[in-house]
């Protein structure tokens, strides 16, 4: 029988028992599969554009302005900041796409793992048919990643790899160090300008005059499309995580069945632990998000945590047979 909770699920079809014939047991991890990374055409040239905006940048900063003013201090403050923020930036954009977003074992959705369970007769697990695995509560496939996504929050083309569970942290960080470096990449182009309607054009620059104007209004055009872009990124982020809802939940418009978190403790968790430095280095990584194991799956019998979550996409049910049956 199926409980309230169910309502909430865009079933698709109960079956009376699972399929075992159409799920291949996970295979044995090697060494070579502990990198995460996604063969996605498409997002693979948009995480090169967005390195290659960033040297653009640090171009146009280093050649056209810091290196050509006459006060060193400034170039070497400002050196210093900027190569710091933009090597942050490139970081956490590349830990945020190895890092395994929360992916459900796949193929986990076997027959004999199920019965590893020990499930209570009449109790159901939910079962995405596209990656054959069992579907904990607030997991969602992703079509790009062909997997399902524990707290999968969006499919980020810019960092070809979900947002979920166990990366938001490094794409929180990711977007924030690329509004800053492009914030303060605006204000060294605004003092530039103006050094160089004071000075004479030809020594503001060791480019020719046209060139230089050109390449700085591109550099404030990227500037301003990145911050604003960003800047909205990581307010939405830190709002999910705030209020405990996945940007699929928010979309949705689901009502939450699970036990909503604090704010701070929301941020705890996504950031690894108490308040730290750590927060902000894309190096450190939380152990909280360590994802369990299959081990652990079979080793939590007891759990309820496939049977009482609420899932919205594309579910099979399972309902586990009765004894007697
Ligand atoms: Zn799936
Ligand atoms: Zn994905």
């Known amino acids: ?53 960033v040297f653009y940048a640090e171009f146009v900063v280093i050649f056209i302005m810091l290196l050509p003013s006459k006060d060193v201090i400034y170039s070497i403050v400002n050196g210093i900041v900027f190569n710091i923020l933009a090597f942050m930036a490139l970081a956490s954009h590349f830990r945020a796409m190895i890092t395994d977003p929360g992916a459900v074992p796949k193929g986990n959705a076997t027959k004999e793992f199920i019965e590893s369970l020990q499930l209570k007769p009449g109790q159901v697990v939910y079962k995405c048919p596209k990656c054959c695995s069992i579907k904990p509560d607030r997991a ?3 079509s790009v990643c062909k997997r399902c996504i524990r707290k999968m929050d969006h499919h980020c083309p810019w960092v ?7 990366n ?3 794409f929180v960080l990711f ?6 470096i492009s914030l303060h990449a605006l204000i060294m182009v605004a003092l530039h300008f103006l050094y160089c309607f004071e000075e004479d054009w030809t020594k503001c620059s060791s480019f020719s005059p046209p060139t230089t104007v050109i390449l700085l209004i591109l550099l404030c055009f990227e500037g301003l499309l990145f911050l604003i872009f960003t800047a909205v990124m990581f307010g939405t982020q830190v709002h999910s995580i705030c209020t405990d809802e996945t ?4 979309l ?13 403790a929301g941020l705890k968790q996504a950031f690894g632990g108490d308040f730290s430095p750590g927060w902000f280095s894309p190096f450190s990584h939380s152990l909280y998000h360590q994802l369990p194991s299959d081990m652990e799956y079979a080793m939590a019998p007891d759990s309820n945590e496939y049977v009482t979550g ?6 099979e049910v399972i309902e586990v047979e009765h004894e007697n049956e």
């Open 1 to 53: 029988m199926l409980t309230q909770s169910h309502r909430y699920r865009d079933i698709e079809r109960a079956a009376v028992y699972l399929q075992p014939e159409k799920c291949v047991p996970p295979p044995v991890r090697d060494s070579m599969d502990k990198v995460w990374f996604i063969k996605d055409g498409c997002g693979i040239a948009c995480a090169v554009v967005t390195w290659l905006l």
């Open 168 to 170: 938001q942290k490094f």
């Open 252 to 264: 949705k418009k689901e009502n939450p069945t699970w036990e909503k978190t604090s704010s701070w």
């Open 175 to 180: 977007t924030m160090y690329i509004a800053l």
């Open 140 to 142: 969602h496939h992703c």
């Open 310 to 315: 609420r899932i919205v996409g594309h579910v």
């Open 247 to 250: 940007g699929i939940e928010r």
């Open 160 to 166: 070809n790899n979900c947002v979920g569970e166990n």
